[in-house]
C-alpha cells in the first residue's frame, strides 16, 4: 500500500480478489447478514420460545430459522476437530459475527505446502491471513515453481481472504556487521522480497536486525540492506518493517528509531515500505497500551505517522510492560488486557489498516484463533 494510502491498497498484487472484493464485502458475511436482515420475523420466534435467557439482543441465523447466532462460549464448548473444516450448519460459521472492518485473521500454517494455508483461512473466519513462504528457521531457499505460484494463487482466490502477507524468515539480519551473515541475510532476504511478489503476496513483514556493535551503525545497514534489495526486486509487494520489543541489540523496538530506519531509506522507496505495529512487542518495549492507550498512540503518530501503519499484528502478551521480551498471548489474557484491543477494534484510525493474529494456536489449528477472531468481531461491534 502506498505510504499515504490504506491498507485497502495493497490488494493491487492479486487485481482480482481485491477489485471484486472491497474491504468490509467479505462474501460469507454478506450473506449471513442479507440472511439475517431478510427475517425480522424470525428474531421474535426465538424471544418467544426462550432459547437464549441471559443473552442480549440475539441474532437471527442463517441456516436453521429458528435459532439465535452462538456466542463466542458457545462455540467454544463444541468440540472441535482437529484437522479439516469445521462443519458449518447451526449457526457455527466463523464468520457469523457480522464485521465491516479491514481484513481480520492471523498467521496460518504452510504445513504440508504453501498452497495449503489458504484453504485455513475460512476455518477459522479469517479475511487477512500471514504466512511463512519457507522455512523460517532454515537458511535454505525455495523458489516457487510456475505450478505451485499459480496453485497457491488459486487456492487464495477462493477465500474470502483480501489481505495476505509473509513474514520473514526469524535468521536474517539486515543490519549485521559480519560480512558472512550481511551477505547471506541479503540473499534470503531478496529471495523473500522475489518469492512474495510472485506469489502475489500484499506484503512482507520484516524484523529490523541486530546491530551487534554500534547502534547507530546497524540502523544504517540495515537501511542499505533494504534499499538494495528494494531497488534490485520491484513489484507490489510491500515491505512493513516490525516493531520490535528490544532485547538485546535488535534495533526498531522504539518509535524514534523505527522512524529513523525508514527515514534513511530514499525518496524513490518510502511509498513501499511502511510499519507493522505488534502489539506485544510494543508493550514489551515499555509502551503503555494497557494504561495509556492515547499517550502511545499519539507519540506513534507524531514520530512514526499513521500513513506507515500497513498492518497491525493482534497478540497480548505474557511478558511484563517494560520487559523486552516477546511472549505472546490469547487477546485479553495477558498484560496488555481486552481494553486495548477494544480500543483497536473500534477506533477509526485503524479502521482501514490489516489486522492479523499471531497467538497461541493451542491443542489445534483451528479452536483458538476462531474464537479470537469471534472476540474481535465482537469488540469492534461493541460487545
Ligand atoms: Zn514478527
Ligand atoms: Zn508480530
Known amino acids: 500500500m502506498a505510504a499515504k494510502k490504506t491498507g485497502t491498497k495493497t490488494g493491487a498484487a492479486r487485481t482480482k480478489a481485491v477489485v471484486t472484493k472491497p474491504i468490509g464485502k467479505k462474501p460469507a458475511a454478506k450473506a449471513v447478514v442479507k440472511k439475517a436482515a431478510a427475517k425480522p ?71 504440508g505446502g504453501i498452497a495449503t494455508a489458504p484453504p485455513r ?27 505451485e505460484v499459480k496453485t497457491f494463487r ?35 532476504f531478496e529471495c523473500e522480497m522475489r518469492r512474495s511478489n510472485a506469489l502475489g503476496l500484499d506484503a512482507v513483514v520484516s524484523h529490523p ?6 547502534r ?17 526486486v520491484t513489484g507490489p509487494t510491500r515491505l512493513l518493517m516490525e516493531l520490535t520489543a528490544g532485547q538485546g541489540t535488535v534495533i526498531g523496538s ?24 505488534d502489539t506485544a512487542h510494543v508493550y514489551a518495549s515499555g509502551y503503555d497500551l494497557a494504561n495509556d492507550f492515547d499517550g502511545v498512540m499519539t507519540r506513534f503518530s507524531d514520530v512514526v505517522g499513521f500513513h506507515r501503519l500497513g498492518l497491525l499484528h493482534l497478540n497480548d502478551s505474557k511478558a511484563p510492560l517494560a520487559s523486552k521480551k516477546d511472549r505472546h498471548e490469547l487477546i485479553g ?19 482501514a489498516v490489516p489486522k492479523v493474529l499471531e497467538t497461541p494456536k493451542g491443542d489445534d489449528m483451528i479452536t483458538n484463533d476462531r474464537r ?8 469492534a461491534g461493541g460487545r
Open 41 to 111: 420475523a424470525v428474531v421474535k420466534k426465538v424471544v418467544v420460545k426462550k432459547v437464549v435467557v441471559k443473552k442480549p439482543a440475539p441474532k437471527p441465523v442463517a441456516k436453521p430459522v429458528a435459532k439465535p447466532a452462538p456466542r463466542e462460549e458457545a462455540v467454544a464448548a463444541v468440540k472441535m476437530p482437529k484437522t479439516g473444516v469445521i462443519p458449518v450448519g447451526a449457526g457455527m460459521s466463523p464468520y457469523d459475527i457480522p464485521y465491516y472492518g479491514a481484513p481480520l485473521g492471523a498467521h496460518l500454517s504452510t504445513a
Open 121 to 147: 483461512a475460512p476455518d477459522i473466519g479469517a479475511t487477512a491471513m500471514q504466512l511463512f513462504t519457507k522455512q523460517a528457521n532454515q537458511w535454505k531457499e525455495k523458489p516457487c515453481t510456475d505450478a
Open 154 to 188: 488459486t487456492a487464495l482466490a477462493a477465500t474470502p481472504v483480501t489481505f495476505c502477507t509473509a513474514h520473514d524468515s526469524y535468521l536474517i539480519n539486515l543490519a549485521s556487521p559480519d560480512p558472512v551473515l550481511r551477505a547471506k541475510s541479503i540473499e534470503s
Open 209 to 214: 536486525g541486530n546491530f551487534m556493535d554500534h
Open 216 to 232: 547507530a551503525d546497524g540502523i544504517a545497514r540495515n537501511a542499505d540492506a533494504i534499499t538494495q534489495v528494494l531497488e534490485r
Open 254 to 277: 522504539t518509535f524514534e528509531e523505527m522512524a529513523d530506519l525508514l527515514g534513511q531509506l530514499p525518496a524513490a522507496l518510502q511509498d513501499r515500505v511502511g510499519v507493522c505495529f
Open 333 to 351: 489474557l495477558g498484560s496488555i488486557g481486552e481494553g486495548a484491543f477494544r480500543r483497536i477494534m473500534t477506533d477509526q484510525r485503524f479502521a
Open 372 to 379: 479470537m477472531l469471534r472476540k474481535l468481531r465482537a469488540f
